[in-house]
């Protein structure tokens, strides 16, 4: 395989930020012996305060692997991970899951949501796990729910919402208990090309307001709308700073 010389050019902020994500030395081990698989090998990684991220890679690249322990849903073998400058990498469950509703918020493929729940219900759910009372829960419930353009859907079922909008009302979900980064992984793959477009305007809006995004996609089009791309291969990150115009040379 040709080698791709691509040289890190992002321009720098005149405003200092700070690390919301740094990924120190990180393996990732499964077996050991001669069945040993290093997911992750060895990976360096960061991510400052508002950015619109994007990761990429083949099939086995260690993407996945990564975005599951940058969301606390997996422990490293080894290294450090820091989260808004908290040492995350080995918490135990009880306090990992505490730091996934204060600090996290998710958007999956598949959506997740409760088929007995309104959109509403649905959104305030992660409030009662964040002991938020009743009444503040309906309240920002509304408001995330506004902010995706279904104000007039809070009492619709999933069965009631398209595709899209079922998007939207995990994008609700995500972001009412105020994360510090939110966590979208193959967010688009079980949309149709304008439904993507409308959910990646929601994401770039969200970007704008100053909320960190991190992406995790197999489709070029979808990481060109984000300003910055991580691209994994073999367990490490071999391009960590690609802009949407490199990618070409990459992903064609």
């Given at each position: 395989?040709?080698t791709i010389?691509?040289t890190d050019?992002?321009?720098?902020n005149?405003?200092?930020?700070?690390?919301?994500i740094?990924?120190?030395?990180?393996?990732?081990?499964?077996?050991?012996?001669?069945t040993e698989v290093?997911a992750?090998?060895?990976?360096?990684?960061?991510?400052?305060?508002g950015?619109?991220c994007?990761?990429?890679?083949?099939s086995?690249?260690?993407?996945?692997?990564?975005?599951?322990?940058?969301?606390?849903?997996d422990?490293?073998?080894s290294g450090?991970?820091?989260l808004?400058?908290?040492?995350?990498?080995?918490?135990d469950d009880?306090?990992?899951?505490?730091?996934?509703?204060?600090k996290?918020?998710?958007?999956?493929q598949?959506?997740?949501?409760?088929?007995q729940l309104?959109?509403?219900e649905n959104?305030?759910l992660?409030?009662?796990?964040?002991n938020?009372n009743?009444?503040?829960r309906?309240d920002?419930?509304v408001?995330?729910?506004?902010?995706?353009?279904l104000?007039?859907?809070?009492?619709?079922?999933?069965?009631q919402?398209s595709?899209g909008?079922?998007q939207?009302?995990?994008?609700?979900?995500?972001?009412v208990?105020?994360?510090v980064?939110l966590?979208a992984?193959?967010?688009?793959g079980?949309?149709d090309?304008?439904?993507t477009g409308?959910v990646?305007?929601?994401?770039?809006?969200l970007?704008a307001?100053?909320?960190?995004?991190v992406?995790?996609?197999h489709?070029?089009?979808?990481a060109r709308?984000?300003?910055?791309?991580?691209?994994?291969r073999?367990?490490?990150v071999?391009?960590?700073?690609?802009?949407p115009a490199?990618?070409?040379?990459?992903?064609?």
């Amino acid at each position: 395989m040709t080698t791709i010389s691509i040289t890190d050019s992002l321009v720098p902020n005149p405003v200092p930020k700070s690390a919301i994500i740094r990924l120190e030395n990180i393996f990732k081990i499964y077996g050991s012996g001669e069945t040993e698989v290093k997911a992750l090998n060895d990976v360096n990684l960061t991510i400052t305060e508002g950015e619109y991220c994007s990761i990429m890679g083949p099939s086995g690249s260690g993407k996945s692997t990564a975005m599951n322990i940058i969301g606390c849903l997996d422990r490293p073998t080894s290294g450090h991970y820091y989260l808004d400058n908290l040492d995350v990498a080995h918490m135990d469950d009880k306090a990992l899951a505490h730091i996934r509703n204060k600090k996290l918020g998710f958007v999956f493929q598949q959506f997740h949501l409760l088929p007995q729940l309104t959109a509403l219900e649905n959104v305030m759910l992660p409030m009662a796990y964040a002991n938020v009372n009743p009444t503040e829960r309906r309240d920002r419930a509304v408001v995330a729910l506004t902010r995706v353009g279904l104000e007039k859907r809070l009492n619709n079922k999933p069965t009631q919402l398209s595709g899209g909008q079922q998007q939207r009302v995990a994008i609700a979900r995500a972001i009412v208990n105020r994360p510090v980064v939110l966590l979208a992984d193959e967010p688009t793959g079980a949309l149709d090309s304008r439904t993507t477009g409308e959910v990646l305007d929601i994401f770039g809006e969200l970007n704008a307001s100053g909320i960190t995004v991190v992406m995790v996609t197999h489709e070029p089009e979808v990481a060109r709308q984000t300003q910055r791309i991580v691209w994994f291969r073999d367990g490490q990150v071999v391009h960590s700073n690609l802009t949407p115009a490199d990618l070409t040379q990459v992903a064609g």
